[in-house]
């Protein structure tokens, strides 16, 4: 598996890794994204939302589950479906927030925080974000990709 690390050592700095990264997204592609409440996921998608023209405020829709945003690729318009599980527990409530259909709608790109909680219905993940916070340097993170399942 090809894995990157990066540090950073500001939020600015965490946007501009994540619009380098949204160059390798296709239509389709799934993103998961681990690590604790404040390590930066929100901000690593604010930035892939950035690469991809979005206009709306994005933020963890940990309470609606998940956020649609319109953005572009090239002249065509591309959905990407930004979702939070953090508060999910059971099988039974992804279905009810209708996870799985969206996970697999083939023309979006799908950016899921606290993807441990997806309970393995995703069966391919073209990457996964992991963000660690420094205790020592309150504004570094260390940033660490990897690519396929
Ligand atoms: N290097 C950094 N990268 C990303 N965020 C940082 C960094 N340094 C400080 N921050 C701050 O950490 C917080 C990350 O919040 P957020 O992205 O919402 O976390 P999460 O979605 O993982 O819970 C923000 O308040 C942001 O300003
Ligand atoms: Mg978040």
Known sequence: ???ETVT???????LAVAEK???NLRRGDVVFFFGDLGSGKTEFI?????FFGVEEIVTSPTFTIINQYAGKLGDDSLTIFHIDLYRI?????????????CIYSPDSIKLVEWAENSHDLVKFVN???QIRSDFENLNERLI?????N
Do not use: H, N, P, Q
Not at 91 to 97: R, S
């Open 46 to 50: 604010k930035g892939v939302c950035r």
């Open 21 to 23: 990264f949204a160059e």
């Open 144 to 148: 660490e990709i990897s690519k396929g």
């Open 8 to 14: 950073t050592k500001s939020e600015d700095e965490t």
């Open 127 to 129: 990457y996964r974000v």
């Open 1 to 3: 598996m090809e894995i």
């Open 89 to 101: 527990k059971t099988k039974e409530e992804l279905a009810e927030i209708g996870f799985e259909e």
